[in-house]
């Protein structure tokens, strides 16, 4: 019996003694901090990673990601062309109604996924409003007076004028897309799974407001700080977060002033006009994609409606700024 007690004692012993051994190995794993920016999707894209890697492996890393953002941006692209591509701009200002095409299957994805999103919010995601945005954003751009309701109502926004079955894609009445309300999103969870395949886990994206970290390098957490819809110089509050994105939607981001009135670029499908409900809608989970439709989605809903949507979503965390003396976090709610 005491063998067996002695036994146990030194197998108890060794496995501690080579958990300490693999924590100091652990912790003397030097990890050298990375930075890149790319351009694409109209943003600026910024990556910080922290690896036990050299520069040449890094090198790698980033052209990969370089190919992935440059490839989807093409895509995604509906203002330009490019040489054996088949991408949105092809498909809304090339493809006759009525005509199938064969199209890639990562586009096929992207547009499925605005198809489950547009049942999933209810209309207000419709990746088919581009003749709508389109519309308004001649009127951003030169930020003069305002569109007549009639030509808005004449848009064609109807998601059933697209068909998409086995990467076979049809449309009718000249209808036209716009994937902007999540492709961001979508391309941030790509490099960070990209990285987390190569055990990279300590990182930083930020694509153009789009934000997701992983794991904090020499400290507890990240530290994001939500910038003010009012005085943009300024955040108004600070979110200490790890392995979660944080996305931003707000009227001061792209607009312009008629008349006294703030015209801002978050379209809402069923009026046709820019949402007015808040200054900012911030959502915080553990997908960009998501954080990036959800973010969209309750900026053009009323309070209630997006309060119960959280409540019944335990992976959301949102912030409603209504104004300077009326911010409202769905945590209290909960």
């Known amino acids: 019996m005491n063998k067996i007690k002695e036994n146990k004692f030194l197998f108890l012993f060794i496995l501690l003694f080579i958990i300490a051994i693999i924590v100091f190995i652990l912790n003397k794993i030097t990890y050298t901090p990375?930075?890149?920016?790319?351009?694409?999707?109209?943003?600026?894209?910024?990556?910080?990673?922290y690896a036990n890697k050299d520069k040449k492996e890094v090198d790698k890393i980033f052209n990969e990601i370089d190919y992935l953002c440059s490839s989807y941006h093409k895509l995604t692209d509906?203002?330009?062309?490019?040489?054996?591509?088949?991408?949105?701009?092809?498909?809304?200002?090339?493809?006759?109604?009525?005509?199938?095409?064969?199209?890639?299957?990562?586009?096929?994805?992207?547009?499925?996924?605005?198809?489950?999103?547009?049942?999933?919010?209810?209309?207000?995601?419709?990746?088919?409003?581009?003749?709508?945005?389109?519309?308004?954003?001649?009127?951003?751009?030169?930020?003069?007076?305002?569109?007549?309701?009639?030509?808005?109502?004449?848009?064609?926004?109807?998601?059933?004028?697209?068909?998409?079955e086995n990467n076979i894609y049809t449309k009718n009445n000249n209808i036209k897309l716009d994937l902007g309300s999540y492709t961001k999103g979508y391309i941030t969870d790509l490099i960070a799974n990209y990285l987390e395949s190569l055990k990279i886990d300590k990182y930083l994206i930020d694509a153009g407001g789009n934000i997701k970290v992983g794991n904090a390098y020499k400290k507890d957490n990240y530290t994001i700080g939500i910038q003010d819809p009012i005085n943009t110089n300024t955040i108004f509050?600070?979110?200490?977060?790890?392995?979660?994105?944080?996305?931003?939607?707000?009227?001061?981001?792209?607009?312009?002033?008629?008349?006294?009135?703030?015209?801002?670029?978050?379209?809402?499908?069923?009026?046709?006009?820019?949402?007015?409900?808040?200054?900012?809608?911030?959502?915080?989970?553990?997908?960009?994609?998501?954080?990036?439709?959800?973010s969209t989605y309750l900026f053009l809903i009323d309070l209630d409606t997006g309060l119960d949507i959280v409540k019944n979503n335990s992976n959301l965390k949102v912030i409603w700024y209504i104004d300077k003396d009326n911010i409202i976090k769905s945590e209290d709610y909960n």
């Open 237 to 294: 509050t600070k979110l200490n977060i790890n392995n979660l994105s944080v996305v931003t939607s707000g009227d001061y981001q792209r607009y312009y002033e008629y008349n006294g009135i703030r015209y801002n670029h978050i379209i809402n499908p069923y009026t046709k006009m820019p949402s007015n409900n808040f200054k900012s809608v911030t959502v915080i989970t553990n997908s960009s994609l998501v954080a990036d439709i959800y």
């Open 34 to 49: 990375y930075e890149k920016n790319y351009f694409y999707f109209d943003t600026y894209i910024n990556i910080k990673i």
């Open 78 to 164: 509906k203002y330009n062309s490019y040489d054996n591509i088949i991408n949105i701009y092809y498909l809304n200002e090339v493809l006759e109604n009525n005509k199938e095409i064969e199209i890639d299957p990562r586009l096929s994805k992207l547009i499925s996924i605005g198809i489950d999103y547009y049942n999933k919010t209810n209309g207000y995601i419709n990746i088919a409003s581009s003749n709508l945005i389109d519309i308004w954003k001649s009127y951003i751009d030169s930020k003069d007076k305002v569109p007549e309701l009639s030509s808005l109502e004449n848009a064609n926004i109807n998601i059933s004028d697209i068909t998409l």
